[in-house]
């Protein structure tokens, strides 16, 4: 049961101002309180609040509505705010959205917060705004009594116990949306960048080794006219298939279930279960989500099915591939390369992918100035919205918000 959003901190601090007003005027104030209140959390599911004012005067002021409304407005300014911890300093018009509904603390490292650190700064915290490379499960959750939500800076969301967070009553909520054109254009990037052997070539000319045009030198393979397979046809690979078009590639998908006719149609992309889509594609660009049924989706038997002249791009997680299978079908020539952004065990990267066929990237799928602004502020309007008794717009267990 979610735990609600006002109760703790809205009576006390009512009260000095309570104590001057006349019966009549408290009561007007308590119910405009109340119900302005009342109306909020409803909107967000969470429980009804208690605010209690407990005495007044016996003189009556007669106070006027609007004056009820004002004293009203300042007992919310003069509230202590809610609790936050922030792992990350963000963007400053995140932190402005952030700082003017809660108390927050940042953590200004780039070095991410050592467990031990993070475990001590969540425990009197209501909020926390974290990065995919927070780990929040049980013991966070019981490192943080106070902890109501969970605001995770990523469309992805597996460094999340969800199922664990609904148990304690914690909202969870990420940044859908925001990044999936960023992402595909690196999917992209990586497609290009692979498929012509760009790192290669800068490497070759960065170490001053070119001596001049030959016919021959870093000759690639053609991305456009070939065949695309989709594997996760959201709106990620939705996005990929899209500039796709222009690249004049046959694109094919699979996903969980087939999507609209009409989509399909407006992106000309065709439905192929897995097997077909293993043995068509020229390339295969991975975007699910990571979960039980996609871990180690990529194993040996996929590659061994694929064509020996196609390339894997992974911009999704890292453990949808089975790392040691890739290398494997890498270093038998089962397929011809790979672009990859996200890996197995960030930051590490097995010793078998460091191959000039493969090109390699720190996770930078959704990795932006314009992006990360968008995230951090969707990040940031989901703990605004939350502590304000409005409902956050992308809650991931709103079965939390219902009334
Ligand atoms: C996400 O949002 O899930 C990406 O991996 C990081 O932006």
New binding site residues.
């Given amino acids: 049961m979610a735990r609600n959003c006002h109760s703790e901190r809205s009576g006390p601090i009512f009260l000095p101002f309570a104590k001057r007003m006349s019966v009549r005027a408290v009561e007007e104030s308590q119910l405009i309180v109340n119900s302005a209140v009342e109306r909020s959390t409803r909107a967000c599911g969470l429980r009804k609040p208690t605010i209690v004012i407990r005495s007044a005067s016996r003189k009556s002021l007669n106070l006027p509505r609007g004056l009820c409304y004002f004293i009203y407005f300042l007992a919310q300014a003069t509230m202590p705010k809610a609790k936050i911890f922030i792992t990350h300093p963000l963007y400053p018009e995140a932190q402005t959205l952030l700082q003017s509904v809660c108390d927050c603390e940042f953590w200004s490292k780039q070095d991410r917060p050592p467990k031990e650190e993070f475990l001590r700064r969540i425990k009197d915290k209501e909020g926390l705004v974290c990065l ?1 490379t927070e780990r929040v499960g049980d013991d966070t959750l019981r490192a943080a009594p106070k902890l109501r939500i969970v605001s995770n ?5 597996d460094n999340v116990d969800v199922p664990a967070c609904t148990r304690r009553g914690v909202l969870v909520t ?2 859908p949306g925001v ?1 999936d054109e960023t ?1 595909a254009d690196f999917a992209w990037a990586l497609m290009l960048a692979v498929a012509r052997r760009v790192v290669e070539a800068d490497q070759y000319v960065r170490a001053g080794n070119w001596q001049g045009w030959n016919f021959d030198q870093y000759c690639g393979t053609d991305v456009w006219g070939k065949t695309l397979g989709i594997v996760g046809f959201g709106r990620i690979g939705q996005a990929v298939a899209h500039r796709a078009q222009g690249f004049g590639m046959k694109i094919i998908y699979n996903s969980r279930k087939r999507i609209a006719e009409d989509i399909e149609k407006q992106l000309s992309a065709e439905y192929r279960d897995m097997n077909a889509l293993l043995a068509e594609s020229d390339f295969i660009s991975l975007h699910v989500p990571l979960n039980g049924d996609t871990r180690g989706l990529f194993d040996a038997p996929k590659f061994f099915r694929m064509k020996p002249t196609a390339f894997l791009i992974n ?3 890292g453990p949808v591939v089975d790392e040691a299978a890739l290398v494997h079908a890498l270093e038998s020539k089962k397929i011809a390369g790979a672009g990859l952004d ?1 890996f197995e065990q960030e930051p590490f990267i097995h010793p078998g992918l460091k191959r000039p066929n493969v090109v390699l990237a720190p ?1 930078l ?3 932006s100035t314009e ?2 602004g968008r ?1 951090a502020n969707t990040a940031a309007q989901n703990i605004a919205a939350f502590f304000q008794g409005q409902r956050p717009p992308n809650p991931l267990n709103p079965e939390l918000l219902k009334p």
Avoid at 153 to 157: F, L
């Fill in positions: 995919l800076v990523a469309v992805g969301y990420n940044t990044l992402t911009t999704s997680r996200v996770h799928g959704s990795a992006t990360r995230m």
